[in-house]
């Protein structure tokens, strides 16, 4: 008989037997999951049992971060481990690298797969995206009438957004009926224009619940659509092909009815700030043309209109005498002309007076014809002058609504300047008297 062995030895004997078997080393382990514990440092350490038996696992941070299932107790779970000893117990133990949870293994290489695939044809693009309307009208929702997503969406858009009306699709969101369900209801919405931008979404699950979305007839809708669509499947961690596709992804069924909506409440106070700033532009554009009316109000024209009627008139009245003078002196000359031919007349014989009579007359016609037109230039040069005076005139100020103040035949410019206790006040089609009544 040989020589006992010490514990330690035993076990690291079992260890080295374990470790140097090849099956052992990747073995594939179904079970479900107890007394599940995740540490600080991001290592999972639970059992493993069935109706049977149990081992214990161990599942490092580096391997247990690639998880996508939320493990729990009671999970049923697939582990690829390798089997060995943990020394200080003497404990066989798995040392877990990959756990899915049972019976979605399948499921999750064929969402990578799709996932891959869809990725390759272009179809997460972001340059294809729509852009969410600012402002719809319409509100599309597709989701399960049983679900909290529904009452979510509908509580935010209430709240944020109560003057956009609502157009609800009812369908399933799991089960082998929800993908056609789903996919139609994103065709009809199309078909019928019912909404300027559409909501799909569920509550979180598992990803056999949530396959649906993973489902090529909803994801081919979703493409397809010409309505913007936010995908709000599940919750922030959560995934589907969907998601990727869709022009706008939302953590949560409340997010994504906050994305297609603005705020009632911030749109009332990006009014008010607009309405605060047209204020006061319009208050500085008012001021602008008060400071304009009152130095216009002051200019000379204003103030004293008879002197400036008085200049006017008299320019007037110079171009009048003018005028005058030079019609006056073409007549005198015209007149010695006509005394000079009588006198030529008196001298030659009569048929070559009457030839000279017609020749003299045609040049008086033509002479005359030119002192028409210079006087009908003169006529326009008046009119002018008049048209220029009655646009400066006074009373062509006082047709405008103006009136002006008199005492004693001077203008008043100031109230303290009014000192009668009766006065004129000049209208452009008349003066009326008034008497003053604060007792001054």
């Known amino acids: 008989m040989s020589e006992p062995l010490h514990v330690s030895d035993l076990v690291h004997y079992v260890k080295r037997e374990l470790e140097g078997d090849a099956l052992l080393q990747q073995v594939q382990v179904v079970g479900e999951v107890s007394n599940f514990k995740r540490h600080s440092s991001g290592h999972l350490y639970f059992t493993l049992k069935d109706e049977q038996s149990r081992m214990k696992a161990v599942m490092f941070a580096r391997d247990a971060s690639r998880v996508k299932a939320d493990v729990r107790d009671g999970m049923r779970v697939v582990v690829t481990a390798r089997l060995s000893v943990y020394v200080s117990s003497g404990e066989m133990q798995l040392y877990v690298e990959r756990m899915t949870e049972d019976g979605v293994g399948a499921l999750y290489e064929a969402f990578s797969r799709l996932k891959m695939d869809l ?43 109560p003057q956009a009306a609502i157009v609800f699709a009812p369908v399933l969101v799991q089960g082998a009926d929800a993908a056609p369900q789903i996919s139609r209801a994103i065709q009809l919405m199309n078909e019928h224009a019912a909404c300027d931008v559409l909501i799909i979404g569920r509550g979180g699950g598992s990803i056999e619940e949530l396959w649906a979305f993973n489902e090529m007839s909803v994801v081919t809708a979703v493409f397809e659509s010409r309505i913007p669509i936010v995908s709000a499947v599940g919750h922030e961690t959560d995934f589907t092909i969907s998601d990727f596709v869709a022009d706008v992804r939302a ?25 605060r700033r047209l204020e006061r532009t319009y208050a500085q554009l008012l001021k602008s043309k008060q400071e304009q009316v009152t ?44 005394e000079r031919l ?22 008086s016609r033509r002479r005359l014809e030119i002192v028409r037109r210079l006087l009908q230039s003169k006529q326009q040069q008046v009119r002018h002058v008049l048209a220029r005076l009655d646009s400066v005139s006074p009373t062509h100020v006082l047709m405008r609504g103006y009136t002006y103040v008199e005492q004693d035949g001077q203008i008043v410019r100031s109230a303290k300047a009014l000192t009668a206790s009766s006065f004129d006040i000049r209208f452009h089609d008349g003066t009326i008297r008034a008497k003053r009544e604060d007792g001054e």
């Not at 603005?262 to 106070?269: D, K, S, V």
């Not at 009588?342 to 017609?358: A, G, K, N, S």
């Open 119 to 161: 990725e390759e044809r272009g179809w997460f693009d972001p340059a294809i995206k729509q852009p969410l309307p600012a402002f719809p009208e319409r509100i599309g929702i597709i989701t399960s009438p049983k679900g909290a997503a529904l009452h979510d969406i509908a509580t935010t858009l209430r709240r944020r957004y």
């Open 251 to 275: 953590a949560t069924p409340t997010a994504a009815a906050e994305l297609v909506t603005p705020e009632a409440e911030a749109l009332t106070r990006r009014v008010q700030d607009v309405k």
């Open 295 to 338: 130095r216009l109000a002051a200019s000379y024209g204003l103030k004293s209109p008879r002197v400036l009627l008085g200049l006017k008139q008299e320019q007037l009245d110079r171009a009048e005498m003018s005028l005058q003078k030079e019609i006056k002196q073409v007549i005198a000359q015209h007149q010695q002309q006509v």
């Open 342 to 363: 009588d006198t030529r007349l008196m001298r030659v014989p009569m048929r070559d007076r009457f030839v000279q009579q017609r020749a003299t007359i045609e040049q």
